[in-house]
């Protein structure tokens, strides 16, 4: 894998889908920190069907502190581990309104101080809310850059940074978005789908298939 091969690759990813983003559906950071924290072992659909009915009665750090922590329990109890997330998220408020003016802060130092904020959490957040380069590596991603070559590591952190080093800068913004998809739809752990994928020439996958 060289620099020549992850641009094509990067190059036929934006040509697929020019204009990626998260399948968390938010409108404000806010909406998205809170989407993010929900999302830790859940789905996307599960968290996006819990927010649909949130949002509209909390969408701001002291609406959702009105609401209490009981309140926001019977919005977000069909989430696995509701309870320590429905505390991170009136915790995250207080402090949202205590240290930062009721406004998400744009720093990672910030980020990751709120409570159940890691790393993970706040690149999402630096990269959907705020258009800041960052890589959020998640299951899907450490699975495709490991099995592509694209940058394989041992552990998340070891990915993160070399995807960070060697995905062409101009790519880099959407390169999350896309590696997630690509993952989630397509690379995917059992059955990769290598028949219909449209960088199968140039992934080093050694058990390719033709799984349709």
Same mark, same amino acid.
């Given at each position: 894998m060289?620099?020549? &091969?992850?641009?094509?690759i990067f190059e036929r990813f934006q040509a697929a889908n020019p204009h990626p983003t998260t399948e968390l559906v938010f409108n404000s950071p806010f909406e998205l920190l809170i989407a993010v924290l929900?999302?830790?072992?859940?789905?996307?659909?599960g968290v996006n069907k819990a927010t649909a009915k949130l949002f509209p009665v909390a969408n701001t750090p002291q609406a959702m502190l009105d609401l209490g922590l009981e309140g926001v329990k019977e919005y977000t109890k069909t989430i696995g581990l509701y309870?320590?997330?429905? %505390?991170?998220? &009136?915790?995250?408020c207080r402090i949202l309104l205590e240290r930062h003016g009721g406004e998400v802060p744009q720093t990672r130092a910030e980020?990751?101080?709120?409570?159940?904020?890691?790393?993970?959490?706040?690149?999402?957040?630096?990269?959907?809310?705020?258009?800041?380069?960052?890589?959020?590596?998640?299951?899907? &991603?450490?699975?495709?850059?490991? %099995?592509?070559? &694209?940058?394989?590591g041992k552990n998340v952190r070891e990915v993160e940074?070399?995807?960070? %080093?060697?995905?062409?800068?101009?790519?880099?913004?959407?390169a999350h978005h896309w590696l997630i998809l690509h993952g989630r739809y397509t690379c995917k752990a059992l059955k990769p789908q290598c028949g219909r994928c449209l960088i199968a020439d140039l992934c080093e996958y050694g058990a390719k298939n033709d799984f349709a």
């Open positions: 060289n620099r020549s &091969i992850r641009t094509e929900l999302s830790a072992q859940a789905t996307d659909v309870q320590t997330k429905s %505390r991170h998220i &009136i915790e995250t980020l990751e101080a709120l409570p159940g904020v890691g790393r993970k959490t706040a690149n999402v957040v630096l990269n959907t809310a705020f258009g800041q380069p960052a890589m959020a590596v998640d299951t899907h &991603i450490f699975r495709v850059a490991n %099995r592509t070559r &694209i940058a394989p940074d070399k995807l960070m %080093r060697l995905i062409p800068k101009p790519f880099l913004q959407d």
